[in-house]
């Protein structure tokens, strides 16, 4: 856990899923939280940070292997000033206080991550076998590179794995402890709005897994934390009754990736799968404002119709002005409109509401694997003739690794199509929209 930013408790109000039962190994939950106590105010765009924490098992099983007391109290001070014998306290590690080593390494170490070399050489100082210690150093050489990727990278391995498979190595926790990182929180898009409910906040996790080259089984540690949290309270809930879960929780206030001040500039969003959450926050957002704008303009106009004198007058009243709602326009994209189609009916009411104009593609729906720069393939001249305008603004957010820069090139492709210019040109331009904020980017690998 990092302790730059103050966290608040927040409790778990609801959950549900987002996909259905055919939807396969694909599983994605949204989950609601009473935020009434938080001394923060948040926007859509923002993101909320969450700690969670290693499973229990994994740590026992990891300090029993290192012959330590799970139960046993440490105390941990401030970073040390001077010379000591004493191995120094990492720095998210300092100033715990009195701590047992189980909730020590449960809430604050990355146990989970790939171990880096210098673990490997850490291990191999402290093997009594020198076979074991001489194959830990390879692993850790230049020259052990590629057996690393394979055996370390490809599969995974974490750091009580490899204790398994070498059992003459038992390092001292406190060495192990300056050189695994912190445990790192997590960040979800916020897809809500405070308009709507000021004190809820709600956000949307796919449940991580996954297979190794080999067939090991992997899972992402926070969202099988947080869905194993959910079904938990569930079960007790059909048994007990009872409220829900607490969670450690911060927002993060996104830099630029929000919604413009001035309403009536048109946006265009691109979020397929979970991607699409932080959207489902600007679409309340902006669709509140306008209501509420509606209902204002609407008093204030009765204001201006009345009697005078015995006749009914209707005087123009200079403080009620027209406020256009500026063109949503939101391309989403997922596997299969009846499994995996997230905030579905939200989306299909805002749109039958002329509150955004909706391009969905399925990629498992058809023979044909249709994504959401296909959408935009389609809809291009369109889509430039709204891009070119001085106030429009485009968003992706998602996936970092493949889906961002497919739509990076489709988009310099577009313009390239359909607004006169070279191919240079366009890829220029969108360098320059990307610099100024027009094209505005919250993805991840």
Same mark, same amino acid.
Not at 52 to 77: F, K, M, Q, S
Not at 395 to 410: E, I, P
């Given at each position: ?23 396969? %190994? +694909?599983?994605?939950? !949204?989950? /609601? $939280?009473?935020?009434?106590?938080? &001394?923060?105010?948040? #926007?859509?765009?923002? @993101? ?97 590179? %590629? +057996?690393?990727?394979? !055996?370390? /990278? $490809?599969?995974?391995?974490?750091? &009580?794995?490899?204790? #398994?498979?070498?059992? @003459? ?277």
């Amino acid at each position: 856990m990092l302790a730059a930013e103050r966290r608040y408790p927040a409790r778990m109000t609801s959950w549900r899923y987002l996909t259905t039962e055919q939807s396969g %190994d +694909r599983i994605v939950v !949204e989950v /609601e $939280l009473d935020i009434s106590n938080v &001394d923060w105010t948040y #926007a859509p765009g923002d @993101s909320i940070g969450i700690d969670c924490y290693n499973e229990e098992a994994v740590v026992r099983r990891l300090l029993g292997r290192l012959g330590e007391d799970p139960e046993r109290l440490v105390t941990i001070g401030a970073k040390s000033s001077g010379p000591s014998s004493t191995p120094a306290v990492p720095q998210h590690l300092e100033g715990l206080g009195s701590v047992s080593l189980l909730r020590l390494v449960q809430r604050f170490v990355d146990i989970r991550s790939i171990p880096k070399k210098a673990v490997l050489r850490l291990m191999a100082d402290h093997c009594s076998d020198a076979g074991e210690a001489d194959d830990l150093y390879f692993l850790s050489s230049i020259k052990g590179k %590629d +057996r690393f990727k394979q !055996e370390i /990278e $490809l599969e995974c391995n974490t750091i &009580d794995e490899i204790l #398994a498979r070498y059992p @003459s190595c038992k390092p001292p926790l406190a060495l192990l402890l300056q050189v695994l990182p912190a445990l790192s929180p997590r960040f979800y898009s916020i897809a809500s709005s405070p308009l709507v409910q000021p004190s809820r906040v709600r956000f949307a996790f796919s449940v991580v897994r996954w297979k190794t080259p080999k067939g090991v089984e992997r899972k992402g540690l926070c969202t099988n934390w947080l869905h194993d949290l959910c079904t938990e309270w569930h079960r007790k809930e059909q048994m007990e009754g009872g409220s829900g879960p607490m969670l450690d929780v911060f927002f993060a206030p996104s830099k630029d990736f929000k919604l413009p001040e001035d309403s009536s500039c048109p946006i265009i969003m691109v979020g397929p799968g979970t991607g699409v959450a932080p959207f489902v926050g600007f679409l309340q957002h902006r669709n509140t404002l306008a209501e509420e704008r509606k209902a204002e303009q609407q008093a204030m106009g009765d204001r201006c119709v009345g009697r005078w004198r015995g006749m009914m007058m209707e005087l123009e009243d200079e403080t009620v002005e027209e406020a256009p709602q500026g063109q949503m326009w939101l391309f989403f994209g997922c596997r299969h409109p009846d499994q995996d189609y997230l905030y579905k009916q939200e989306l299909l009411k805002l749109q039958r509401d002329d509150a955004v104009q909706l391009s969905v593609a399925f990629s498992r729906y058809t023979d044909k694997k249709v994504y959401v720069q296909h959408k935009m393939e389609e809809a291009g001249e369109e889509l430039v003739k709204l891009l070119l305008r001085a106030d429009s603004l485009f968003y992706v957010c998602g996936d970092g690794a493949h889906m961002a820069k497919d739509v990076r090139a489709t988009v310099v492709r577009l313009l390239a199509r359909h607004g006169g210019m070279e191919a240079m040109e366009a890829e220029k331009l969108v360098s320059g929209w990307t610099a100024k904020g027009k094209y505005l980017q919250d993805i991840w690998s």
